[in-house]
């Protein structure tokens, strides 16, 4: 473990996130808006953006499980080369199967990967890093998701609003190959563990031995994680799903400019998110886990004046600027709370578990989100020309679970 935060093998983690997130966040950004464009029903889009959760919620605690077990650094070179080969599957497949069968298997599988991937990259921070820097190297990472989400997106729209889909995902194939080609570079330190008995039978004891730890050991862990589910639930998900049907369907808006519009947006999430890290890494020993709550409350607020735009004003630029600025806010606040969140974690829980843990908040946590991408694909359809009613009942919804939030951490 290095006592300095940039030594050589965290650095070479922190080339290889950005290179491989930029390509993560091009995919993601790309696949469901060509769904959405094809398509335009948000129910369709909110169910199968639901279905690509499901590898993701399985395979997470597989990835925590197998970070424990094997060097981090081997898994996150094959998975890497792996979402390549996903990619490059799609693109030579799509002009010949059915395309939403296809668009759906393959959201899952990147899903999946990033699922059984995430573990790794957050346990290996312990494994390189001092605990002093635990907060900053924690910001480092949120700040390179984010930066890679903020480019991803804003290139990703005016691409593929110039030349359509697929030169949009052969850029994303070159960034994972050239992210797992960086990452074989890397020393992650790696202790073996003992196997007691086959497969099923070890998965079984290490998940059952994290969610004892959960609840037994840090129960303010398991609080915590309650408070993620209900803001993944409620307000997330109403984001990931309003964002880009507001943007391109709703919004009096022209469909070429709607679709380079939603890429400028979600690059203003990102660009939230990179606010967000960086905020947390330049307060890291300011900011007290008791007041966490008021983070929360503040994404919460942040929500209502979307509701009041699409009721008090007509013209879609206008209440674009209005959402997109909202948005920004809500990730600033939340990203610092995750960081928060993260470098408490891994600050409490024991090295031999660190995966497996983190694995078990992914994994919860993420239960949450196809729940409400789908609820909120249906709630939208529903309230189709009513789409403020959705959106104010996010936030008051998310405005309660705050409230309970705040109290709960007041008393550490």
């Known amino acids: 473990m290095n006592q300095k935060l940039f030594s050589k093998d965290f650095t070479l983690v922190v080339i290889g996130q950005i290179i491989s997130l930029f390509g993560n966040a091009g995919v993601r950004f790309a696949l469901p808006l060509y769904l959405l464009n094809l398509t335009g ?54 002009n010949g199967v059915n395309l939403i069968l296809l668009l759906t298997v393959t959201l899952m599988l990147l899903y999946g990967i990033a ?12 494994a390189l890093i001092h605990q002093d820097n635990f907060m900053a190297a924690n910001s480092i990472i949120n700040t390179i998701s984010s930066f890679a989400s903020l480019i991803g997106p804003v290139l990703g729209g005016v691409l593929y609003s110039a030349y359509g889909l697929e030169p949009v995902l052969w850029v994303c194939v070159v960034c994972f190959i050239l992210s797992a080609v ?8 790696f202790q073996k563990q003992a196997s007691d008995g086959g497969v099923l ?9 994290s969610i004892r730890f959960i609840r037994k050991e840090k129960p ?49 999430l990102a660009a939230g998110g990179l606010a967000g890290g960086i905020g947390a890494g330049i307060f890291a020993n300011k900011l007290a886990l008791h007041k966490s709550g008021d983070l929360v409350i503040a994404c919460a607020i942040c929500v209502f004046p979307i509701g009041a735009a699409l009721i008090l004003f007509s013209s879609g630029m206008v209440n674009y600027i209005i959402i997109t600025v909202c948005c920004f806010a809500i990730m600033v606040f939340s990203t610092i709370f995750t960081v928060q ?45 009513f789409e403020y009613i959705v959106v104010l009942f996010s936030g008051a919804a998310s405005l309660m679970i705050a409230i309970g939030t705040r109290n709960i951490f007041k008393r550490l």
């Open 41 to 94: 029903s948000s129910a369709l889009y909110g169910t199968v953006t639901a279905c690509a959760f499901i590898p993701a919620i399985l395979l997470s605690p597989i990835g925590g499980i197998v970070a424990d077990r094997v060097n981090k650094r081997n898994i996150m070179v094959i998975l890497d080369f792996f979402t390549a080969a996903v990619i490059i599957a799609f693109s030579l497949l799509m």
């Open 115 to 126: 699922g059984a991937y995430q573990p790794s990259v957050q346990a290996s921070i312990p």
């Open 182 to 189: 960086m990452e074989m570079f890397i020393k992650i330190p």
């Open 201 to 209: 039978k070890i998965a079984g004891s290490d998940f059952a031995e």
């Open 220 to 268: 303010v862990i398991g609080k915590a994680l309650l408070v993620v589910c209900g803001i993944n639930l409620f307000l997330a998900a109403m984001i990931i799903v309003a964002l880009p049907y507001l943007v391109t369907e709703v919004l009096d808006l022209e469909a070429s400019q709607a679709n380079r519009l939603y890429g400028f947006a979600e690059g203003a």
């Open 341 to 385: 969140m993260m470098s408490f974690i891994q600050t409490e829980t024991p090295q031999n578990l660190i995966g497996k843990v983190i694995a078990v908040i992914l994994t919860v946590s993420m239960c949450a989100q196809p729940l409400g991408n789908a609820f909120y694909g249906v709630l939208f359809e529903i309230c189709k020309g």
